[in-house]
């Protein structure tokens, strides 16, 4: 059970390990004896008393490594985070920087978090070789609208100088009349070319068949 004597107690084991015998992996084992406490939550209590030596174990640092596969809160992995983010403090301080492991940690998180959430403030970011890149604007193309699929024909509505301009509107209108009518026309007169057929007769005539004797053979 971890009561206020026993925090107190690994937690001043920790920080004498760091700064007496400059111990970073002792300090996170001394931490890791309390209940519930691993090398991800030591290394977050050793980055606020100690950030000149101790990175905290952030996901976002983690994956930044090169060769990375996944996250494993390990001694081993942290350890290994720890020299990686130590070539990177070497690296920036040989240019002038004034840096230290906790911000280094703070900053590829803020990076993650940005590239995620907000990447537009990202696009003038300098690359590796301080080149910058602005975002180029974007082309300008002409808005046309087109009726019927047809540039130029059947009422093309087109915007010039901020007008719209209605071309052959009543052309339109009258071509699609005058097709209807010459359809029509031309449906008739196929018609008038055929004869009309004969009525046929309905009922029986008046008139009595041919050779039809009235009266019947062999009576008197």
């Given amino acids: 059970m971890n009561t206020p004597r026993v925090v107190m107690q690994e937690t001043k084991k920790a920080f004498r390990a760091i700064y007496k015998k400059n111990d970073l992996e002792a300090a996170v084992s001394a931490l890791s004896n309390l209940k519930g406490v691993g090398p991800a939550m030591a290394s977050a209590v050793l980055a606020a008393g100690a950030p000149e030596v101790a990175p905290f174990m952030a996901d976002e640092l983690l994956l930044s490594m090169p060769e ?17 983010t130590k070539e ?3 690296r920036l301080n040989a240019q002038g920087g004034d840096w230290n492991p906790h911000k280094v940690e703070m900053t590829v998180w803020a990076y993650y978090i940005a590239r995620d959430l907000k990447p537009e403030i990202l696009d003038d970011m300098p690359d590796s070789r301080g080149n910058t890149y602005g975002v180029p604007e974007p082309v300008k193309e002409v808005v046309e609208e087109r009726v019927n699929g047809e540039n130029g024909v059947n009422g093309e509505v087109s915007k010039e100088n901020g007008e719209q301009k209605v071309e052959n509107n009543q052309l339109v209108e009258n071509n699609q009349t005058n097709g209807v009518a010459e359809v029509e026309d031309s449906q008739k007169s196929v018609h008038s070319l055929s004869p009309e057929p004969e009525a046929e007769p309905v009922g029986f005539t008046s008139e009595e068949p041919v050779g039809f004797n009235p009266e019947p053979v062999g009576f008197n």
């Fill in 68 to 84: 990375v596969e996944g996250i494993d809160y390990t001694m081993k992995e942290y350890m290994k985070l720890v020299e990686k």
């Fill in 88 to 90: 990177c403090v070497a």
